[in-house]
């Protein structure tokens, strides 16, 4: 079982940056993305950033510019670097990860999220 573990969560100014980060757990699951997922009151779970293991990255529309994502492979990490904070990226943020077994097996996990809060 892989289990992920987020942290840096928490209340920013509009215009302030956060960083959070999520570490996961593996042993036989080859990870293949990582990346954040976010879900606001009410909405449902968007998509934020992945970045594969070789470092391709891929970010939705609204946090072009702003977010930036990375990870660490040897310690099976990924961050994301929110820049320019808006009231609307107020969100439980959800670390996202692909794997494949040797078997070619394929199974996706989540996180517990942490809460990303940005006032006015």
């Known amino acids: 079982q892989v289990q992920l573990v987020e942290s840096g969560g928490g209340l920013v100014q509009a215009g302030g940056s956060l960083r959070i980060s999520c570490a996961a757990s593996?042993?036989?699951?080859?990870?293949?993305?990582m990346g954040w997922y976010r879900q606001a009151p009410g909405n449902q779970r968007d998509l934020v950033a992945t970045?594969?293991?070789?470092?391709?990255?891929k970010y939705a529309d609204a946090v072009k510019g702003r977010f930036a994502i990375s990870r660490d492979n040897a310690k099976n990490t990924v961050y994301l670097q929110m820049n320019n904070l808006k009231p609307e990226d107020t969100a439980v943020y959800y670390c996202?990860?692909?794997?494949?077994?040797?078997?070619?097996?394929?199974?996706?996990?989540w996180g517990q999220g942490t809460q990303v809060t940005v006032s006015s």
């Open positions: 593996a042993s036989t699951l080859s990870i293949n993305v």
């Open positions: 970045v594969t293991r070789n470092n391709i990255t």
């Open positions: 996202y990860v692909l794997g494949a077994t040797m078997a070619g097996n394929t199974y996706r996990y």
